[in-house]
Structure formats: structure tokens, C-alpha cells
């Protein structure tokens, strides 16, 4: 299956249930759809459909959920061509006029160097999904890093003038949690997967990445017994979602079971687009769904 399926999730929790109405929110949205970059511009963000294509609806409502997607489009200009440019403006300046260049010229030919070469540049774009989710009072967020799920977080505070949203959080050490569960086994409900990344409690450049491995086995623990953490850990959810868990609670390189999606499957075909979408995305949040409530317990998680 494709479309809405997440491969990462980073969850905030809201401090405060969203009051606005559906069609609110779309207003709000629409008021700050993408438009690519100008000719002078580094950077543009704004929502798009979900659903992708020609598709112009900037909120989907699945699931007692939220559907969104960011669009962010950057101007690709390195520095070390500013640089070099810069410099040869420069260097003929004070070689023709017997002079040194001072600063507030040396940023005046600097931003006429960006004008010149800015609408030359080439452009890149991404699509950040995410969701909200009115049950769980909470937003999910298809990232991997902490700087792609912030663009998706700023750009909601502009789009809703205001969005308290936090990380989640737990008071316990997660990579000794974590420890716990690959020595004397995972809690009820998660199965501990081949994968695991160990760090040194003591230096932070000293990483084992185990992928394939028993990870009961003798060798692996002796990694654990001379100091080291677990500050990632494959996991599998209920036989049906496997994933890799952080220290940081960021959930990685999520899969759904075989099983579920060929349930799940719906026929090909243009005219399926949107009932594709949907069955994916209440597929999506009722999982994650589940997986969270067997987090809460199981990492002590303290409620928004």
C-alpha cells in the first residue's frame, strides 16, 4: 500500500483539545497554502491535500483524525559558491581602487551576489505528512529528525495563531528501560526484533549497530555489562507493526504486518483514490493508536 503510510513518527502531545471546527481548520489552511519560491526567496512552506495529485482539499477528516501535509521548498545555493563569487568582487574592487573593502560594503556586494545568483538556483521539495489526532489530543508527525517535525510544528503556529504542542514525555531513563527489556524481555503485548544500536554511557562515539543478531546472545551482553546502553530498539507491536524505537521516543522505519495490509487492501484504480486514502489512514492512526496505548505503561509516559 502507499500514500498515506508513515515510515516515521514523532508525537507531540497538546496541551489543549483543538477547538476549532472542520471547516475552521480549512479556512485557517487555506489562508496558508504553499506557493513555490520566488525568484529572491531560500524558502517557502505551506499545506497541500493530502491526498496528493491535483487534489486541493488542505484537511481530510479520517478517523476522528486529521489529515495534513506540508510542502517545504527550498532554494538549493551553497555557501561556498557565495563565498567564491564574493571574493572575486572583492579582490577586483580593491585591486582596481588601492583599497580595502570594509564590512558594510562587503555585505552590500554580498546580498547583490544572492540577488544575482538566487533566481539561478536550483529548487528542492519535500512533503512532510501529519495528523491530528482528536481522541488522543495529540500530533503525529511523519519525520525522522527533530528539524523536519519543528517546520511542521511552526508552520501550524502560523497557520493557528497558536499551538502548544510538547514532545512526549516520561521521567524514567529510556535507554535503561530499553536495556531491561532486551535482558530480561519486553512487557506484555511488544516482542524485542533483531535490531538494536548500543552507545557507551561514558562516550557518546562509541556506537555498536546490531542488525540480524540474537540479541541474547552472551557477546551482545557483555556489550551491556561493560557500560553500554540501548538507545534504539527494534520492537514488534501486537504481531502487526514492527519498529524501531529511540531514546528520544521517535518511532523509526515503521512496517506494517503482510497480513494486516493484504486486510486492508482495497481494488486499484483512479475512482479508489479516496477510499484508498481513507482505508490507509484509519489503518495508519487506529495502529499507532494501539501502539501508544501499550506505551503509555510500558515507558511510564506522563499524560499533556
Not at 572575486?88 to 580595502?100: D, Y
Amino acid at each position: 500500500m502507499a500514500g498515506f503510510m508513515f515510515k516515521n513518527a514523532k508525537i507531540y502531545q497538546l496541551s489543549a483539545p483543538l477547538s476549532l471546527t472542520l471547516t475552521e481548520l480549512y479556512t485557517r489552511l487555506a489562508a496558508h497554502r504553499f506557493r513555490p519560491c520566488g525568484p529572491l526567496e531560500t524558502l517557502t512552506m505551506g499545506w497541500v491535500s493530502p491526498l496528493g495529485g491535483a487534489h486541493t482539499d488542505p484537511v481530510i477528516a479520517v478517523n476522528n483524525c486529521l489529515m495534513l501535509a506540508m510542502r517545504r521548498q527550498e532554494r538549493l545555493l551553497p555557501a561556498a559558491v557565495i563565498t567564491e563569487l564574493l571574493d572575486e568582487r572583492i579582490a577586483v574592487i580593491e585591486q582596481q581602487e588601492k583599497r580595502i573593502v570594509n564590512q558594510p560594503e562587503r555585505k552590500r556586494l554580498r546580498d547583490a551576489v544572492l540577488a544575482e545568483l538566487l533566481p539561478r538556483a536550483f529548487v528542492r521539495s519535500r512533503i512532510v505528512r501529519a495528523y491530528l489526532d482528536r481522541q488522543w489530543r495529540c500530533v503525529v508527525i511523519d519525520a525522522g529528525s527533530d528539524k523536519a517535525a519543528e517546520d511542521v510544528l511552526a508552520l501550524l503556529r502560523e497557520t493557528l495563531d497558536s499551538f502548544p504542542a510538547k514532545p512526549l514525555a516520561t521521567e524514567i531513563d529510556i535507554a535503561d528501560r530499553l536495556s531491561t527489556w532486551v535482558t530480561t524481555g519486553a512487557p506484555p503485548g511488544f516482542m524485542v526484533d533483531d535490531s538494536c544500536e548500543l552507545r557507551d554511557r561514558a562516550d557518546a562515539q562509541a556506537v555498536v549497530r546490531c542488525r540480524g543478531l540474537d540479541l541474547s546472545a552472551p557477546e551482545f551482553k557483555a556489550h551491556l555489562d561493560n557500560g553500554m546502553q540501548v538507545a534504539s530498539l527494534g520492537l514488534v507491536w501486537n504481531e502487526e507493526l514492527s519498529f524501531t524505537l529511540e531514546a528520544s521516543l521517535t518511532l523509526k522505519h515503521l512496517r506494517f504486518s503482510a497480513t494486516l495490509l493484504m486486510t486492508e487492501e482495497q481494488p486499484a484504480g483512479p475512482e479508489q483514490a479516496e477510499l484508498n486514502f481513507d482505508t490507509e489512514a484509519t489503518l495508519l492512526t487506529d495502529q499507532l493508536r494501539s501502539l501508544l496505548g501499550g506505551l503509555t505503561p510500558a515507558l511510564e509516559l506522563t499524560p499533556p
